[in-house]
């Protein structure tokens, strides 16, 4: 069933990619895996997905442990400051970084661990008071300080839009992010101003985020089916 999942959305991102006149190269598939077993990501696994998606750190570290090498991990959930030390070892990007504290913390243990790290910001686009991100108006100044932190890599930003039961009603989400992305890389403060990453759509709108220029899409339940509750 995963094997079948999987290749009905890379053709839909393909045919979506195409639609639009966009490289379908240049989107990259998340598979969500929190809560889902490794043998299911094994399975996902051998039939070619080698990225992840993970929201909970010691779930992270632990299937990190079984599948080591095989795996590039994104960190996709809420990170607190004192599990920064964890989510820089094992993450190959840190999609959900929204603070100068969070960014310090893990600068410091990349230091210590010699190597550097891609990270996403988090933007809270819909200014929604119950959700983690830095809102629109303060990703400049945050993207100003952190480009002083000489081991993290800021690629692009990365969203969750309000929720609504209408995926069109999340195109204007998506496009603010894009228009925010685009004016952010025309002050230069991305690792690569010419290639700005944008994480943006799941499983209900992911092809409208495609249309709107994301270039990884984070997805779960059309991959590996519903998630069963987290204790
Ligand atoms: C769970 C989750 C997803 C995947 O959502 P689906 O609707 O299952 O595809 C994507 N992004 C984030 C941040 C998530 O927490």
Redesign the pocket.
């Known amino acids: 069933m995963i094997a079948d999942n999987l290749q009905r959305i890379k053709e839909t991102i393909n045919r979506c990619a195409l639609r639009c006149q966009r490289n379908p190269e240049d989107i990259q598939l998340i598979a969500?895996s929190?809560t889902i077993p490794v043998s299911s990501m094994r399975e996902a696994l051998q039939h070619g997905q080698r990225t992840f998606?993970e929201?909970y750190i010691q779930e992270a570290e632990q299937k990190w442990n079984e599948l080591e090498g095989a795996i590039e991990l994104h960190f996709?959930?809420h990170l607190q400051t004192n599990k920064a030390k964890i989510a820089a070892r094992i993450s190959s990007v840190i999609e959900t970084v929204d603070s100068l504290r969070l960014a310090e913390a893990l600068n410091k243990h990349l230091n210590v661990l010699g190597r550097n790290l891609k990270i996403l910001i988090q933007v809270n686009i819909g200014n929604d008071p119950n959700k983690s991100g830095t809102v629109p108006e303060h990703v400049e100044e945050l993207l100003r300080q952190i480009q002083l932190l000489p081991r993290i890599e800021v690629i692009g930003l990365m969203t969750?839009p309000p929720l609504s039961p209408d995926p069109e009603a999340t195109r204007p989400w998506f496009k603010a992010l894009r228009h925010l992305a685009e004016k952010m890389a025309a002050k230069g403060l991305f690792h690569d101003n010419r290639h700005v990453a944008l994480s943006m759509g799941?499983?209900?709108d992911f092809k409208i985020a495609i249309e709107e220029g994301a270039t990884m899409v984070?997805?779960?339940?059309?991959l590996f089916g519903h998630?069963p509750v987290r204790a």
Do not use: Q, W
Request: aromatic share 0%.
């Open positions: 969500v929190k998606g929201n996709i959930g969750i799941m499983s209900d984070r997805i779960g339940t059309a998630r």
